[in-house]
């Protein structure tokens, strides 16, 4: 499978214009290296720390490692930018093909831009993306037990929870614990999820307790 994609794919939401993921560029360093050191105590309790901590690379190193990474079909990275603005980051990464076509996503969206629903609408597309795109069948998501801002974000889409996996990743010095979430093709029953989660967007919110 490795190099059957474009490395620098750009999603641009289908409902939401002014969300597009779309790959890290040089022009990005300052705005970029701002939005991560503005954001550092807000994302240190939930970032991969070890045994090779990607927030160590310089920003060139860390544009190479996202292409090689791409082209080797195991990673699939993107910036979020809301209104020409950065605000986050989505991957997909660990992607692994043969009988298993699976890859996990991960995500943050900056202090400021959090609480407005930008990481659900984006894993969504990402979703759409990865099982209509690359012929994915499996996106899973794991999270730290503590982080209720992101297991809303999976319950909101739908995610079935496959339970803790103990000792998962290592994260701010440690090794942690995670749940995981995992969506497979059969779950979106040939719809996209973006509309699924769009049209939930609309329905009344009685209606959606129900
Ligand atoms: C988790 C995260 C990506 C959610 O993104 P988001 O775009 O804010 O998602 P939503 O707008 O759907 O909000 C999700 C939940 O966050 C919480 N939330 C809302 N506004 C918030 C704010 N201003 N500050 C903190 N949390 C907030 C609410 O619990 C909300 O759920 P609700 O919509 O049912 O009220 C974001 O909080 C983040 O980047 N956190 C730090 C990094 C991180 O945890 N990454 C995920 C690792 S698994």
Same mark, same amino acid.
């Given at each position: 499978m490795a190099g059957l994609w474009p490395t620098v794919l750009t999603i641009r939401h289908p409902e @939401?214009?002014?969300r597009v993921m779309r790959a890290l560029r040089p022009r990005d360093r300052n705005e970029w290296e701002h939005l991560r050191a503005v954001? $550092?105590? &807000? %994302? /240190? !309790? &939930? /970032?991969?720390?070890?045994? /090779? !901590? +990607?927030g160590q690379l310089k920003f060139r190193a860390l544009i190479r490692h996202y292409d090689s990474e791409a082209q #080797? =079909? $195991?990673l699939q990275p993107f910036v979020i930018e809301v209104g020409g603005r950065l605000v986050g980051q989505m991957h997909l990464s660990g992607i692994t093909w043969g009988s298993m076509r699976s890859g996990s996503a991960g995500y943050w969206v900056s202090r @400021? #831009?959090? =609480?407005q629903g930008i990481a659900p609408s984006c894993l969504a597309a990402l979703v759409d993306h990865a099982f209509y795109g +690359? =012929? %994915?069948?499996? *996106?899973e998501v794991n999270i730290r037990p503590g982080n209720v801002a992101s297991l $809303? *974000?999976? /319950?909101? +889409?739908g995610f079935r929870d496959e339970g803790v996996r103990e000792r998962l990743l290592h994260i701010d010095g440690a090794w942690r614990d995670h749940r995981s979430f995992a969506l497979t093709m059969e779950d979106l029953e040939g719809q996209s999820l973006v509309a699924r989660w769009n049209a939930a967007q609309r329905r009344p919110q009685a209606e959606q307790a129900t």
């Open positions: @939401q214009p002014d954001n $550092r105590s &807000w %994302l /240190e !309790p &939930w /970032e991969a720390t070890s045994p /090779e !901590p +990607l #080797a =079909g $195991r @400021q #831009a959090a =609480g +690359l =012929g %994915l069948h499996r *996106v $809303r *974000v999976v /319950e909101k +889409l």
